[in-house]
Nanobody, 116 residues
Framework: QVQLVESGGDLVQAGGSLRLSCAASGSIGTIKTMGWYRQAPGKQRELIATITTGGNTNYADSVKGRFTISRDNAKNTVYLQMNNLKPEDTAVYYC??????????WGQGTQVTVSS
């Protein structure tokens, strides 16, 4: 089992920045890929960024050039640096860990609200 705890969500003005954190615990060694998803009201949850154990990253087109995913293996933490935030980035952001045997783990989510 893997436990994920997100933090860092807040209310910010358009053009501002936030950094989300996701602390992982439990069976850390089974994790293959970690990622960030978001879900806006009335919309489906969407994948926005992933990072593998080797450090390879991938981003949704909507956040490329503005968001950066990174990981600190010593702290078992994944970060999402979000710059130049837009009102359409408003959503609940979820951390995800994809592990051995196709196991999917989720955090509880953290609210990001961007005001115009």
């Amino acid at each position: 089992q893997v436990q994920l705890v997100e933090s860092g969500g807040d209310l910010v003005q358009a053009g501002g920045s936030l950094r989300l954190s996701c602390a992982a615990s439990g069976s850390i060694g089974t994790i293959k890929t970690m990622g960030w998803y978001r879900q806006a009201p009335g919309k489906q949850r969407e994948l926005i960024a992933t990072i593998t154990t080797g450090g390879n990253t991938n981003y949704a087109d909507s956040v490329k050039g503005r968001f950066t995913i990174s990981r600190d293996n010593a702290k078992n933490t994944v970060y999402l640096q979000m710059n130049n935030l837009k009102p359409e980035d408003t959503a609940v952001y979820y951390c995800n860990a994809y592990a051995w045997f196709k196991a999917d783990y989720w955090g509880q989510g953290t609210q990001v609200t961007v005001s115009s």
